[in-house]
């Protein structure tokens, strides 16, 4: 079965004219599409935070009524399911209730611009690899 539609994530959309089987499409389309905004230095935050969460041995849920946010939130986070992620302010709240500086959440030198160059091209390569898949189907 060929499904021949786009998604248009972002737009406002009138879901009752999608198909069940098109909605989770769209659905998974855009999470995948925002998996691709997660980088290196979001990765080594949420590493940070997850060994400080276990190293005190709080729960997901501990650690999400401290920032303000669902303890769903945090398992996203953790499980790098979406483009869920720790932000400024969440950060400041937890090195505020840590005591510790918020300087210690991020790497003491940053990460090299080429790293960041590199995420961007595969992203580039899969989105041409994708579409060179699509059109020898058609």
């Given amino acids: 079965m060929v499904l021949k539609f786009e998604c ?3 737009e406002k959309t009138d879901w009752r004219a999608y198909t069940p089987q098109k909605i989770f499409f769209c659905s998974y389309f855009a999470v995948m599409q925002d998996q ?3 980088t290196a230095i979001d990765n080594y935050v949420r590493d940070f935070v997850k060994r400080l969460r276990k190293s005190r041995k709080f729960s997901q849920e501990d650690l999400g009524n401290i920032i303000g946010v669902s303890r769903s939130y945090i398992r996203d986070i953790e499980n790098n399911r979406n483009r869920a992620k720790y932000n400024i302010r969440h950060i400041n709240a937890l090195a505020d209730y840590f005591d510790i500086s918020p300087r210690e959440f991020l790497p003491e030198k940053a990460f090299p ?4 160059e590199k995420e961007k091209e595969k992203k580039v390569v899969k989105k041409a690899t994708v579409k060179k898949a699509t059109k020898k189907k058609s």
């Fill in 113 to 116: 611009v080429d790293v960041v």
């Fill in 8 to 10: 248009k994530i972002g």
């Fill in 36 to 38: 691709e905004n997660i």
